[in-house]
């Protein structure tokens, strides 16, 4: 198997994954407080990937620890702290507001913030191309965020401020694609050598590190803590949700973005809307509208036009 053909394949599971954690962390998301969620599957998802690292690479917890250098460490720490710190707060709040249909949708910010960031980090370039992708993706979430319905949808379910939801959810994607393009360039560190798993393992450990400290000004820890996981109603998606997002979902994430291009993994990754949509019409039922429909495909195309920048110029 080619080394594109791996990504690609890749970016098809972290989208199933991804779709099947957005639901789990919606549902955990309106049980208990977006930022004590993150902190909860965080500590679990690098628990997990602790023990799948040391299986996978034969070594031992302190080579776990010393096998990557410090500048590694390093731009996987910051990747971790801007895509799960960070991003993953602003897009859990944005699953409790808006859901995880109208949230998803915002996914599209991703590849615009990966290629510009690209840019700046590896050698990426815009065109007028990429910048006219972007645009249409955006045009296609503006078609959202200015329907009525979905506001007054959003108003009647009663999990926040509409336009909140729209900025976090925002907010959420640009870190996300942010996030992505420094642990490629942490993949392209010299150094040892360092797999996907290996990699999200750091990434949690930063951000792990980063919730509980900020979360200790706010909040006592220990009782937050024991009311998630003793209880059984919010513990199950969270585990559920870590399971298939920061485990399975954030590794294949990065096994894409180490074989192809960062801003087409993200772009690939910003399928992520029509998985869960299609999701929510076939196994939850939901109504949805025309215009909802046609928003995501618009952002699709914007999407496509991306990917494909190079090939019309």
Same mark, same amino acid.
């Given at each position: ?64 620890? *010393? ?11 910051? #990747? ?182 960062? *801003? ?5 990754? #910003? ?27 618009? *952002? ?14």
């Amino acid at each position: 198997m080619g080394s594109a053909t791996i990504g690609y394949v890749a970016a098809i599971v972290t989208i199933i994954s991804w779709t099947i954690g957005t639901f789990a962390f919606t549902n955990a998301s309106r049980l208990a407080p977006p930022a004590s969620v993150n902190r909860v599957r965080l500590l679990y998802a690098w628990i997990v990937l602790s023990f799948l690292v040391c299986y996978m690479n034969q070594i031992s917890v302190t080579e776990l620890f *010393s096998r990557v250098n410090v500048l590694q460490y390093c731009w996987f720490g910051i #990747s971790g702290f801007i895509g799960l710190t960070l991003g993953d707060y602003f897009a859990f709040t944005a699953f409790k507001i808006l859901g995880g249909r109208r949230a998803s949708l915002f996914t599209c910010f991703a590849p615009g913030a990966a290629l510009l960031t690209g840019m700046l980090l590896i050698d990426e370039h815009l065109s007028a191309t990429g910048i006219l992708g972007m645009l249409v993706s955006l045009a296609g979430i503006v078609m959202l965020a200015i329907s009525r319905t979905e506001q007054s949808a959003v108003i009647t379910d009663g999990h926040g401020n509409f336009y909140k939801g729209i900025l976090f959810a925002a907010l959420g994607a640009i870190c996300q694609g942010v996030g992505l393009v420094l642990a490629k360039k942490g993949f392209q560190t010299a150094g040892n050598s360092i797999n996907p798993v290996h990699a999200s393992w750091i990434r949690m450990l930063s951000a792990s590190f980063f919730v509980y400290v900020i979360g200790a000004f706010n909040v006592n820890l220990i009782h937050e803590f024991k009311s998630i996981t003793f209880n059984k109603k919010t513990l199950k998606p969270i585990l559920l949700g870590t399971l298939f997002g920061p485990v399975i979902g954030v590794s294949f994430s990065l096994l894409s973005a180490t074989h192809i291009e960062a *801003s087409v993994a993200q772009t690939l990754f #910003s399928l992520l809307p029509v998985s869960v949509l299609l999701a929510s019409v076939l196994f939850y039922k939901e109504k949805v509208l025309l215009r909802s429909y046609l928003a995501v495909l618009v *952002s699709i195309i914007g999407v496509m036009i991306l990917v494909w920048r190079n090939v019309f110029e």
